[in-house]
Structure formats: structure tokens, C-alpha cells
């Protein structure tokens, strides 16, 4: 049963071009989550997501990031005009849909602007 | 707004020792509480999860106990190993309110457990 999935692991964007984040959850998992990881500071969270649904973006910044979680595919995490700040590196998360509401993390993304 | 700290930040340790790291959350209205690891440049590895109306969860060396009332998880490493270094995460996963499911986390303790 493979874990959770990101890609690209590695993503150098420069500032003013878009950065695409993928995830595949694990099997059967159908809630996904995003968390950034700043330089030097711990876990923040962005966004929850089911198929289909936001259920709370409340962590993420209101301009130039988006996230979907479709039907079919993996989520997408969309950052539009990146700028150095946002380099970071940015984790996945999926749980299952009933039970603990345990989440299991992937191997993230690093994003470098320059 | 739930706010975690761990102490300590840092910790190294000869092999063989046991030892004991916090947490503490300011906000008892939690869901789960769970213990993570994470390698450097790595993603994160679930040790141990404990739901609110949990006293402690157990998993090998690793126990991690619960006190939802005064906010304190502590995270138990018995005989330790060099293989145990990394940086071990408390995350407290938000009650089931406007919040639900998300994890607020501490900004960990960094292990190193020398020969």
C-alpha cells in the first residue's frame, strides 16, 4: 500500500511564474490536507480538502493560492506570480474518511524562488 | 487560537538514556493529539496517535501520555538509539468545530543521540 505521493520533490520556480503541487493520498484516504513549512519555523496549515470540496481554506492566503482536490487525480496546490517568500517546503497530508482522523504526511515539496 | 510549545528545543543525549520531551497546547478542546518524526529534508513519520479520551498510546520504545486538562502530552524514549535522532513534532488536532481536522504544531525538538 503505497503512502501518500508529491511531486515534484524539488521546484524552482522564478518569481512571477506559477508553482503546480501534486499529491496522491493513500488509498482509500479521501480527506487531504496542505501544511507549508517556512524556513525555521514549524508546520502551519493551509487548507482541508474532500473530493470534490474546500472544507477550510482558513490557512491559506487569500491572493495568488488555490487548491483543488478533483473527482478524478491527485489535489493540486496552485501558487500564481510566486515571490521568494514563498519558498518553503510544503506538505501533504491524507485520513481516512470514517475513524481516527489520523494523518499521514508525504515526502513534501520543496519550492525555491529565485 | 491553540498555540503548542515543545521544550526542549534541542536535546542531545549519550546512547542508552531515556528520556522525556514536552508538549504543552493552550486549548483543551482537542481532538487527537499525535506524535510525529522528521529526517532532515524529509516528510513526517507518524510515531503515535492519542484521541482525546485517551491516558497514553504505546509502540515499541515510545510511549506518549495525555493530560487533556492541563494541556501537557509527554513523549517517552526508553534506551535510546543513534538512529533516534531527528526532530520529533507534537501535533494537536483541532475538535471538531470550525477547525476540524486541521493540526496545530509545536516547532519540535531536535534529538541527537551520540554513540
Known amino acids: 500500500n503505497a503512502g501518500v505521493m508529491q511531486n515534484p520533490r524539488h521546484l524552482v520556480r522564478r518569481r512571477g511564474q506559477e508553482a503546480r503541487l501534486r499529491c496522491s493520498p493513500m488509498?482509500?484516504?479521501?480527506?487531504v490536507y496542505w501544511y507549508r513549512q517556512l524556513p525555521e519555523e514549524g508546520l502551519k496549515f493551509m487548507v482541508y480538502?474532500?473530493?470534490?470540496?474546500?472544507?477550510?481554506e482558513s490557512g491559506m492566503p487569500k491572493e495568488r493560492f488555490s487548491a483543488e482536490f478533483p473527482k478524478e487525480g491527485p489535489s493540486i496546490l496552485r501558487i500564481q506570480q510566486v515571490v521568494r517568500g514563498d519558498s518553503a517546503a510544503y506538505f501533504c497530508?491524507?485520513?481516512?474518511?470514517?475513524?481516527?482522523?489520523?494523518?499521514?504526511f508525504g515526502p513534501g515539496t520543496r519550492l525555491t524562488v529565485l | 487560537k491553540q498555540e503548542v510549545t515543545q521544550i526542549p528545543a534541542a536535546l542531545s543525549v549519550p546512547e542508552g538514556e531515556n528520556l522525556v520531551l514536552n508538549c504543552s497546547f493552550t486549548d483543551s478542546a482537542i481532538y487527537n493529539l499525535q506524535w510525529f518524526r522528521q529526517d532532515p529534508g524529509k516528510g513526517l513519520t507518524s510515531l503515535l496517535l492519542?484521541?482525546?479520551?485517551?491516558r497514553e498510546q504505546t509502540s515499541g520504545r515510545l510511549n506518549a501520555s495525555l493530560d487533556k486538562s492541563s494541556g501537557r502530552s509527554t513523549l517517552y524514549i526508553a534506551a535510546s538509539q543513534p538512529g533516534d535522532s531527528a526532530t520529533y513534532l507534537c501535533a494537536v488536532g483541532a475538535d471538531r468545530g470550525s477547525t476540524l481536522g486541521r493540526l496545530y504544531f509545536g516547532r519540535g525538538t531536535q534529538l541527537t543521540v551520540w554513540p
Open positions: 497530508a491524507s485520513s481516512p474518511p470514517r475513524g481516527t482522523n489520523e494523518q499521514f
Open positions: 488509498k482509500g484516504h479521501s480527506h
Open positions: 492519542i484521541q482525546s479520551s485517551q
Open positions: 480538502l474532500q473530493k470534490e470540496n474546500i472544507i477550510d
